[in-house]
């Protein structure tokens, strides 16, 4: 549908939205610039006629069932981290903005599932998850996304390679469809038979389905211990090569991340400090790894990161250097 087939935000609909969340409209100059883009703008930037803030799944939904009646078009927006313009409204319209239903709503420990609302930021659900002894293992690079466009975008993150994507950890959640119908997919516990996947369907859709407004999410027990190690390599064919190997020794690391030499001394310039080194025992370092183990306890661990290390200079590692420890996580 091009522009011209869009209805305009009118007076009276900006009215009605007032009646439906007041004082959490805003239109013209009261509009932040935030709401024009993303984190990556040269993707796109585009004013919305009005942004709306809803408090509620009602809300939410009779914000779209209205915009619907008079084919406004809607873009869902958390917290504008992305880097693909997702949540730009370039065809104008109303940006419905989840950022206020942000409450953490309760834990069932029983079936290791939390309720949250979608405006809830990952490291806030992460912090307020390890003081139950739990884990919420997706784990993006951006910590103050929201979780609601986490799952809307089925964000991945360094621990995927153990733990899987958003999409694994998402067990129900609560959506707005375009007409303002309110559903709910999914259920809480891990085994359901629910005819097709709807739930899925939604997951990665990117608010163009619907909006979240409610999310339950598996949790597991908070690992132990935790360590990372950086391993460095003359090459960066070297250092990819290596990953199969730590499977195929049943060695499974909680998160891996490559690094090349001339993005990491970028990184450092950036940062104003020199932290990981380029040249080892007179060999220069091309590439790092940076992987982490979890375990039960630090004496596993330490078995664990033994094995690893024999596998890794095997596989043509320089060295491997621990960068955290159980011990001086508790001193940090």
Do not use: W
């Not at 060695?251 to 891996?256: E, T, W, Y």
């Amino acid at each position: 549908m091009s522009e011209y087939e869009y209805g305009r935000v009118t007076q009276e609909i900006i009215d009605r939205l007032n009646e439906i969340a007041p004082r959490r409209v805003y239109t013209g100059d009261e509009i932040n610039d935030d709401f024009t883009h993303d984190e990556m703008s040269i993707y796109g930037k585009a004013k919305p006629e009005a942004v709306v803030e809803p408090l509620t799944t009602e809300e939410a939904a009779a914000v779209m069932k209205l915009c619907n009646e008079h084919k406004i078009p809607v873009t869902p927006s958390g917290a504008r981290t992305g880097l693909v313009g997702g949540a730009v409204s370039i065809h104008g319209g109303i940006i419905l903005s989840i950022t206020k239903m942000n409450k953490i709503l309760g834990y069932d420990k029983e079936n290791f599932v939390v309720t949250i609302q979608p405006g809830v930021l990952l490291n806030d659900l992460a912090e307020d998850a390890e003081k139950q002894g739990l884990l919420y293992p997706p784990d993006p690079g951006e910590k103050f996304a929201t979780v609601g466009g986490n799952v809307a975008t089925n964000a991945g993150g360094m621990r995927a390679v153990k733990y899987g994507t958003t999409r694994d950890y998402v067990r129900a959640m609560t959506v707005v469809l375009p007409t303002g119908e309110i559903v709910k997919l999914g259920a809480t516990v891990s085994k359901t038979s629910s005819g097709y996947s709807l739930l899925n369907l939604m997951i990665g859709s990117e608010g163009t389905l619907g909006v979240i407004t409610e999310l339950t999410l598996k949790l597991i027990p908070q690992p132990k211990a935790v360590i990372s190690l950086i391993i460095p390599y003359e090459t960066l064919e070297d250092c990819i090569a290596t990953v199969p190997q730590f499977f195929m020794n049943h060695l499974h690391p909680q998160a891996l991340e490559f690094m090349e030499k001339d993005v990491v001394m970028d990184t450092e310039k950036f940062l104003g400090k020199k932290v990981y080194p380029k040249e080892m025992e007179g060999v220069e370092v091309g590439a790092y790894l940076l992987a982490t183990f979890d375990g039960d306890s630090e004496e596993q661990l330490e078995d664990i990161i033994e094995a690893a290390s024999e596998v890794v200079l095997e596989a043509g590692a320089i060295d491997v250097l621990v960068a955290d420890t159980p011990a001086l996580k508790r001193d940090a």
